[in-house]
Nanobody, 115 residues
Framework: QVQLVESGGGLVRPGGSLILSCALS????????MAWYRQAPGKQRELGAA???????TFADSVKGRFRISKDGARGPLYLQMTNVNADNTAVYYC?????????WGKGTQVTVAS
């Protein structure tokens, strides 16, 4: 059973920084990529940043240049480095992993940007 567990969320001031982590465990074969999605209050879940195992990266336009996605080796954690955050970044952030057999989700971690 594949499990994704996010951590690192919390309260951060506008202009501040935060690093989210996603730990992957379980039997996963042929991992194709991982991503961070976010769901703001009253809105649909949307992609924040994604990274394939080949190293290709995709970012939402609103976070380009401010957020960085990285992974610590094949089985290591996925990270989302968030800098210069603003109120629009307030959301529950979900980790996603995908492979040929399916797509997996974590339960999310709350990020709140407020002064």
């Amino acid at each position: 059973q594949v499990q994704l567990v996010e951590s690192g969320g919390g309260l951060v001031r506008p202009g501040g920084s935060l690093i989210l982590s996603c730990a992957l465990s379980g039997s996963i074969y042929g991992l194709d990529g991982m991503a961070w999605y976010r769901q703001a209050p009253g809105k649909q879940r949307e992609l924040g940043a994604a990274r394939t195992t080949g190293g290709a990266e995709t970012f939402a336009d609103s976070v380009k240049g401010r957020f960085r996605i990285s992974k610590d080796g094949a089985r290591g954690p996925l990270y989302l480095q968030m800098t210069n955050v603003n109120a629009d970044n307030t959301a529950v952030y979900y980790c996603q992993a995908w492979e040929k057999r399916g797509t997996y989700w974590g339960k999310g971690t709350q990020v709140t940007v407020a002064s």
